[in-house]
């Protein structure tokens, strides 16, 4: 037996400490030391806010009734964080963009703002969270009558003067909770102390209810296998597939719902965050604590069966076996862990729920009606938030005494949890389409919430009060108006199932049926569109993106008043002096829009979305937008980004149109040229033959007395010149339609030594003239090449007569060879060199020789020179044969230096 | 002062068939001529032989006919030698750049005999009454 004093003077000490650890927090937090605060550990741990009494003593009596299902309240949040962490991300990330101070405020804010929804979700989270409260109460007024009992019967549940016990509990938990909450006189900021003190608790509990396991394991059960080894022996399934079904999947289910939608754990994950990045942690090890605190479940459960007498309640196991055996220490330590999960649930719980109320019924009402809440001088609206939020946390512990009163007797933990699960299950719906359904509209949002929320309320709130009311109990057995069909557990004819899964079944279809189907047939104001954006698209969003929601200005000296009115004098100084100072708006009275949608962010971290939009409302003077002015805003901004898109693209298009033209004409300038130059050497080049022409016609026409030598003569040389004439016309045609790649002939396999042997022959007459010996030299014999014959030979006799009339040497030759060249990466090739021992071509014209109308320095006694063209013309030939003509070094050996013209011609494979 | 047997006429043309033309028809007006092909040649043979007057084509192997007039023009002998340029190109600015380096006339090919032998017999008459004067 422990007695009272200690059991008191230790629980009062507890809560001292916890003040002490909020208060030291507080101030470091203050003061921005606390770094330990901001840490991803005390996030973890403050999650663990989630492990209520429930968790310590409930589910010892789960396991104890129903097997392995208790499990599947662990994992369900284990699902969550480690298989959906970047949903969570999302909401954190939402959260602060938003100032988002709830669950409520996320939806409503989420869908426009929307008072309603926010009254709407505010209403559903205070009547599904009573059920939890009284959950706690219940543990906390059992484990306290359990410690303080002498009798040895105390396992046993009496429940005489237990209701009186739990309103003491409920009115100190209720004054606890006011303290620790509204300490602040910042309502909007985050509650470090608070923060602090439960990840305290979270250690306490855990230690606690390890402590009693490593106890009764081995302690009492001689080890896990001995344990385990007694389950058998007093009915505790321990078979997996027996446990598996449809309640345990619905479990699953819903305690995966209930740690995004617990409003405390939304507090927590989302409000309370200090950095979106504690989630890495949080991902594992929230996870790891939750299997650390469920590992002792079942054997404590095991034990208690088996040692305890028959009837004794299994939720209290985790105290009366410790009493059983003695072991005082250990059980008062127990009461504290458990005490522990209580308080820090309630606390955090009756925090989130009474920002709620204040922020989303309380202030609404006071903004319209603002004489009867004192809100016409000063500092009124941060009293009234406090006084607000003071009120409504014993409200709330009220109602959850209330319900413990009215449901008493109703039993075990676990089944009052899950009714509460179920409840919150219905904000999940919405949360869901608040992240990824950019479609959702605020009227869907709340016809699903309030169809959930009806059919949750049928078919599980109100079977909960079977035993308060015979009305109910009738109810229950037979459907209103004796309509069975319409019986709260067996709803249009599905009777077999387990009650929770059938009404989790029902209140989530149709929950989500009335959100898609609302949605699909109703449209988002203006506010609903952007800020569906705003929460769908929050990664793709800069950091600066913010929307001006109106396009009107607002007198700065209304708005400060204003904003002293909520956030205090101080700190709405502050926010003014930093605009004030930061741009030129400094004669401006008017703020801009772009202040004013920060300045609502600001109030919003405040009272919420919906009350700090209507709160604007009334000082701006300009009207909120509609929503055909924002899509037209989008399309005319999206309309200017197009224009100035193809403007610039047009811009892009017309530099680069100019550069082409501009080359173009650049090389048109160049061939203009090149083509002015060639006129003028064509109108040379047919200016001299005709010069000779025209004198020697002029000289027969006019001197009768020539001798008939002379005549022939001067006929001759106009003959010679008019074919001289002929030919160069000739020549310049040829390589005007080669320099056009007209294709004037076929190339086809044939034999080079057969063009070579012919050239030379051709050329006999002017080798001969200057006694030019023409030389075959190593040469490859049975050789075919790609190329055409005249063409060639062409080529070759242009060479030889070259070399001809241009040698000077005493004993002119000409040498000719060929030989293979294989070049990688090129077809094979064969080299033709036509090497003399004339002047040689001065570097200076090697590369001008291939010009047009380029000649040499001519021997003397040439009587008829080319037109210029026949080198041009060659090069061309074999360009279009697939070879080449260049201009060689002549080979070291030859005893003078000459000329050496290299030809190259594709091999016939 | 001329050598004697000096010839009136030195003509400067790599053309065989014009240059075997000019001869002819110089020689037939009465003048005795002398020919060379290239521009060098030319500029060697105008300080030997001073020549009344020089026929200078324009399109020369070696030197081109500008060359030549540029560097007759810069010696004592051959400063105020009057030259006739023939030229093929029959282009403006050709024209314009032999006036500049003192060319005294411009014949453009394909030409009327009598239009070279009027320039020539001008020029040379110019000659005569300078030489009369002395």
Not at chain 1, 6 to 28: H, K, P, Q
Not at chain 1, 482 to 490: D, G, H
């Amino acid at each position: 037996m422990i007695s009272g004093t200690l059991v008191f003077g230790t629980s009062i000490a507890y809560i001292i400490l916890l003040f002490f650890l909020a208060y030291i927090s507080d101030r470091n937090a203050r003061l921005g030391k606390g770094k330990l605060l901001r840490s991803p550990l005390v996030f973890t741990l403050a999650l663990s806010v989630y492990c209520t009494s429930w968790t310590f003593y409930g589910a010892v009596g789960s396991a104890a009734r129903n097997g392995l299902e208790f499990f599947a309240i662990y994992l369900g949040p284990t699902l969550v964080f480690v298989g959906w962490w970047f949903g969570l991300r999302k909401l954190i990330r939402i959260g602060h963009k938003q100032r988002i101070t709830s669950i409520a405020d996320f939806v409503s804010s989420r869908f426009g703002k929307s008072e309603r929804l926010a009254i709407l979700i505010t209403i559903m989270a205070v009547v599904g969270i009573t059920p939890y409260i009284a959950l706690q109460l219940k543990a906390i007024s059992t484990s306290l009558r359990v410690i303080l009992t002498e009798s040895p019967n105390a396992a046993l549940p009496q429940s005489g003067d237990e209701v009186g016990l739990a309103f003491g509990v409920a009115a100190a938990m209720a004054l606890f909770s006011v303290m620790f909450g509204t300490r602040n006189i910042n309502a909007n900021e985050q509650h470090h102390g608070v923060v602090a003190a439960i990840a305290f608790e979270a250690i306490i509990k855990f230690i606690a209810l390890i402590a009693v396991g490593l106890f009764v394991v081995f302690g009492l059960g001689g080890g896990f296998e001995a344990t385990y080894a007694r389950a058998q022996g007093v009915g505790v399934s321990l078979d997996a597939s027996s446990n598996f079904g449809p309640r345990w999947i619905t479990i699953t289910i819903l305690s995966a719902a209930a740690i995004i939608c617990l409003p405390r754990q939304f507090q927590i994950t989302v409000v309370e965050n200090a950095n979106e990045n504690h989630l890495r942690t949080a991902s594992w090890a929230f996870p790891l604590y939750l299997f650390g605190i469920s590992i002792f479940t079942m054997p404590i459960a095991i034990m208690g069966l088996s040692l305890l007498p028959e009837g004794a309640d299994p939720d209290m196991f985790v105290l009366t076996l410790p009493l059983a055996y003695d072991q005082q220490g250990l059980a008062l330590f127990a009461f504290i862990g458990g005490f522990s999960s209580a308080t820090s649930m309630i606390i955090i719980a009756s925090i989130a729920l009474s920002i709620m109320i204040s922020n989303h019924i309380v202030v609404p009402l006071a903004l319209r009606s603002p004489k009867v809440f004192g809100l016409e001088h000063g500092q009124g609206m941060t009293r009234l938030l406090l006084t607000s939020r003071r009120v409504s946390i014993g409200a709330i512990l009220f109602l959850g005494f209330l319900y413990f009163w009215l449901t008493s007797g109703s039993g075990a933990l676990a089944p009052i949890g899950l009714i509460s699960f179920a409840g919150v299950a219905q904000f999940l719906p919405a949360i869901l389409a608040a992240l990824y359904w950019r479609d959702a509209t605020v009227n869907g949002a709340l016809a699903g919430l309030l169809v959930g929320f009806a059919f949750w309320a049928y078919t599980s709130f109100l079977p909960s009060f079977g035993t308060a009311s015979p009305v109910i109990t009738n109810l229950l057995l037979y459907g209103p108006w004796q309509l069975e069909f319409l019986r709260p557990q067996a709803l249009f004819g599905l009777e077999q199932l387990d009650p929770l899964v059938h009404s989790v079944f029902w209140s989530l279809l149709a929950n989500s049926m009335a959100l898609i189907f609302v949605s699909f047939v109703t449209r988002n104001n203006a506010v609903g569109q952007l800020q569906a954006a705003q929460f769908v698209d929050v990664f793709k969003q800069t950091e600066n993106s913010q929307y001006s929601f109106t396009r009107s200005s607002a007198p700065l000296n209304d708005l400060l008043v204003m904003t002293q009115r909520v956030l205090g004098t101080d700190h709405a100084n502050r926010i003014f002096e930093t605009y004030s100072n930061s741009d030129r708006i400094k004669q401006n009275k008017d703020a801009s829009p772009h202040f004013i949608a920060s300045l609502e962010k600001e109030l919003a971290g405040s009272i919420g979305a919906a009350s700090a939009h209507v709160l604007l409302g009334q000082v701006v003077s300009g009207d909120t937008v509609t929503l055909e002015e924002v899509m037209q805003m989008a399309d005319e901004t999206q309309q200017i980004l197009e224009y100035s898109q193809r403007l610039e693209q047009t811009a892009e298009e017309l530099q680069s149109t100019t550069r082409q033209l501009q080359t173009a004409n650049n090389q048109l300038r160049q061939l203009d040229q090149q083509k002015d130059e060639f006129l003028s050497q064509v109108s040379h080049e047919v200016r001299t033959p005709m010069t000779a022409i025209r004198s020697f016609s002029e000289i027969l026409l006019t001197n009768q007395e020539l001798n008939g030598t002379q005549k022939e003569t001067f006929i001759n040389t106009i003959h010679e010149e008019s074919m001289r004439l002929t030919s160069l016309l000739d020549e310049i045609l040829d390589l005007n339609a080669l320099e056009r790649n007209e294709q004037l002939w076929t190339n086809e396999p044939i034999n080079p030594n057969l063009a070579i042997a012919r050239s030379i022959q051709v050329c006999t007459p002017i080798t001969e003239q200057h006694q030019m010996d023409v030389r075959l030299g190593e040469h490859i014999r049975h050789v075919k090449v790609e190329a055409n014959f005249d063409r060639i030979c062409q080529v070759f006799i242009n060479l030889i007569s070259n070399a001809a009339k241009y040698n000077d040497a005493d004993q002119p030759f000409l040498e000719i060879t060929s030989e293979i060249t294989k070049a990688p990466g090129k077809p094979d090739q064969l080299l033709i060199r036509f090497t003399d021992n004339g002047p040689g071509i001065s570097s200076i014209h090697s590369s001008i020789i291939f010009d047009k109308f380029w000649r040499g320095a001519r021997n003397p006694d040439t009587a008829q020179s080319g037109s210029g063209l026949g080198l041009a013309i060659s090069k061309e030939i074999l360009n279009q044969m697939n070879g080449s003509l260049e201009l060689e070094l002549p080979r070291i050996g030859n005893t003078k230096a000459g000329a050496c013209f290299a030809v190259r011609l594709p091999l016939h494979m | 002062m001329r050598a004697i047997g000096s010839p009136d006429i030195l003509i400067v043309e790599d053309e065989p068939a014009i240059l075997t033309s000019l001869e002819f028809i110089l020689q037939h007006a009465g003048w005795k001529t002398q020919t060379v092909t290239d521009g060098e040649a030319a500029i060697r043979a105008v300080q030997v032989l001073l020549p009344k007057i020089m026929v200078l084509d324009l399109m020369l192997p070696k030197k081109n006919g500008f060359e030549v007039l540029k560097i007759i023009r810069g010696q004592s002998a051959t400063k105020n030698l009057p030259v006739l340029i023939l030229t093929a190109k029959g282009q403006q600015q050709d024209k314009q750049t032999a006036k500049e380096l003192g060319a005294s006339g411009f014949v453009t090919k394909p030409y009327a005999n009598t239009d070279v032998i009027d320039a020539v017999a001008d020029l040379i008459g110019t000659v005569s009454k300078a030489d009369l004067s002395l």
